[in-house]
């Protein structure tokens, strides 16, 4: 939240890296912070919060799995953010940053599905179901992989990074066909054995401790995020400072 | 009834912990990586060259 | 743009072989489906609409990182892009129905005869046929994307294959129920069957002008 709001204000500012650089490195700790402070928080509310009475005590399973689902889902929007980035604007950060995202995206997809899995094994006695919803997100994980394995294949980091802004949009403008042909098909063939879990209504009990681990696990992503861009970015310079180096010694040789 | 239910809360929230000391670890290691490269490249006298356009070394 | 038609369609024909092995692909991949399931004339009749539309699928990925491959090994990739940066997207449209007629018509082609094997009705062969018809200029849309992005890349064809699969997921569902209605009364035809069509219709769109955008970054 924090990185977003400021990026979008000061954005010919941080339109340099080293002053991204600069910024990170006093935004970090308070990030970091934050989101264990809040993290901790969480996780001691999500454990003094009462079981369903319907659900029993795998209802806590919900205080991790929702905030990973939703991430799964911001993280692929602010990917197509920078993707947008790197081809309108050509914005030296937003290759950066779509590149960082990507494996951190692909690990929160990941426990949105296991968590998922281990919450539907108790109650819908099985690990896992063809219900639309699980399928959509396992799509959004194929698509997270394809991109990091795209990007990782490409030598050339510029090529890397238009090929991967091109197919995360096209990705991006696929989901709610996915989406959208995924709830048909479901609809033709409804499995008989899904419960609906829950309703609509999550009493303030349950609500609460949800809201603060969403805001801990979205934090934690942010911070993960402006760490894996500075490694990226410092990545890229010693790449340069290397080859500065090579050609330096080159010339020393040669006179 | 509720203590099977228990195995499956505990393996998620261990697999939620274990898959995110993972990725902070991979990150942290990643980072440290970096900076090793980039102060041992500093100790070589390698500057970047919008640095190296201030101070005329070589 | 007719004669970069007939230029590419001849090519893809005298390179001769890329569309031959996709529909013996295509063969080889319904001949297993039996040796899987078992030889029940009743379940094959069941699924195969469903296995022609799969084993049409993967044959067409076969051969999709050639769409532009052969071009940028003669150089007259290059070429095609700075001769008309604005009409790109047309050309590569073009690149795109020629790449369809060599070597993914022949599936549909094929189609018919290897519902036979599957003991599939009259009827029910006929609505697949028209599904793939219809269904598999998208996957060759989508896939042109996969291949322009892949272009530069050496080995490139399998990773086509990872990136465009998820992508092609709503064609293979809509082409799968069109499908069934035509054989099961309680399922509709026409829904799905227009849905699959307006889904190729935008793909061919979309298709285009992505992959067009990835080619000019290439060759930068």
């Known amino acids: ?106 690990v929160f997809t990941a426990l949105a599905l296991i968590t998922g899995s281990l919450w539907g094994k108790p109650m819908w006695g099985t690990w896992w179901v063809w219900d639309a919803r699980l399928t959509s997100v396992f799509v959004l994980f194929l698509m997270y992989l394809g991109i990091i394995a795209l990007n990782r294949a490409m030598d050339d980091a510029a090529k890397a990074a238009r090929a991967t ?44 401790p949800l809201l603060v681990m969403a805001l801990g696990f979205t934090l934690l992503f942010f911070t993960l995020h402006v760490m894996a861009m500075r490694n990226e970015i410092w990545r890229r310079r010693i790449t340069a400072m290397r080859r500065i180096a090579a050609r330096g010694a080159e010339r020393g040789r040669a006179e | 009834m509720m203590d099977s239910h228990t195995a499956f809360v505990a393996a998620s929230y261990a697999a939620a912990a274990l898959a995110l000391a993972g990725l902070v670890g991979w990150i942290v290691l990643d980072q440290r990586i970096q900076k090793r490269a980039m102060r041992d490249l500093e100790s070589r006298g390698v500057r970047r060259r919008s640095e190296s356009k201030a101070d005329k070394k070589s | ?16 072989g890329g569309a031959l092995v996709a529909v013996l692909f295509f063969l080889a991949v319904i001949a297993i489906v039996p040796f899987a399931v078992g030889p029940d004339l009743k379940l094959l009749a069941r699924i195969g609409g469903a296995m022609l539309w799969i084993g049409a699928l993967l044959a067409s990925l076969l051969g999709l990182d050639r769409l532009f491959q052969a071009d940028r090994d003669d150089g007259s990739l290059d070429l095609l892009i700075m001769a008309d940066r604005h009409l790109l997207p ?84 809509f082409g799968v129920s069109a499908a069934y209605g035509a054989m099961d009364a309680s399922a509709a035809f026409l829904p799905p069957f227009l849905i699959l069509a307006a889904i190729t219709l935008f793909f061919a769109v979309l298709g285009p002008i992505a992959s067009a955008a990835a080619l000019r970054g290439s060759a930068d």
């Open chain 3, 90 to 173: 047309v050309t590569v449209l073009v690149k795109c129905l020629a790449h369809w007629f060599v070597s993914v018509l022949p599936l549909v082609l094929a189609a018919p005869l290897l519902g036979l094997f599957m003991n599939m009705e009259p009827k029910a062969i006929g609505a697949t046929t028209l599904t793939l018809l219809v269904g598999t200029p998208a996957i060759t849309f989508i896939g042109a994307v996969g291949a322009a992005v892949a272009v530069a890349l050496p080995r490139g064809g399998l990773l086509v294959s990872i990136i465009i699969l998820p992508l092609t997921i709503p064609v293979l569902i």
């Open chain 1, 1 to 106: 939240m924090n990185s977003a709001a400021s990026r979008s204000g000061r954005w010919v500012d941080i339109a340099n890296p080293t002053r991204f650089l600069d910024l990170a490195g006093r935004l970090l700790p308070w990030l970091a912070g934050l989101s264990t402070l809040a993290l901790v928080a969480g996780l001691w509310m999500s454990f003094q919060a009462p079981d369903d009475y319907q659900q029993g005590s795998t209802v806590k399973i919900m205080f991790i799995h929702v905030p990973f689902a939703w991430l799964s889902m911001m993280c692929y929007t602010i990917m197509t953010l920078a993707a947008l980035g790197t081809l309108v604007w050509r914005h030296p950060l937003a290759d950066v940053s779509a590149k960082a995202a990507a494996p951190i995206g692909a």
């Open chain 1, 165 to 208: 802004a091109i197919i995360t949009l096209v990705g991006f403008i696929n989901i709610p066909i996915i989406k959208f042909s995924v709830d048909w098909w479901n609809t033709l063939h409804q499995p008989a054995s899904v419960l609906r879990a829950g309703g609509s209504t999550i009493d303030g009990s349950m609500l609460r």
């Open chain 3, 1 to 16: 743009m007719m004669a970069l038609f007939v230029r590419d369609v001849r090519l893809g024909l005298r390179a001769g």
